[in-house]
């Protein structure tokens, strides 16, 4: 699963970085994601004896994810600061 994770980290890196690199607008939401996916990957590639550390990767990954349709709501232009870099 974790080779999933750094899979779908890997693709969204490389729009990311073509999309600056052609100085279109990067969405907030791209990096969110990233984030999100790496954390997640980050929680799976983790060995068994280490559940606990996963799990608290896991509710970050989690609060990522949560936070940025939280954010739309109440804080849009937040968003829409970090898309104009």
């Not at 939401?29 to 996916?37: C, H, K, P, Q, Y």
């Not at 559940?51 to 949560?66: E, K, P």
Request: glycine share 12%.
């Amino acid at each position: 699963m974790a080779v999933v994770h750094f899979g779908g980290s890997a693709i969204l890196s490389a729009i990311i970085l073509s999309a600056w690199i052609t100085g279109k607008s990067i969405s907030g939401g791209s990096i969110v994601m990233l984030s999100g996916v790496t954390v997640v990957g980050i929680a799976e590639s983790l060995p068994d004896g280490q559940q606990q550390s996963a799990g608290v990767f896991r509710l970050g990954a989690i609060f990522l994810f949560f936070s940025f349709p939280v954010m739309s709501l109440f804080a849009p232009e937040v968003i829409l600061a970090i898309g104009m870099y």
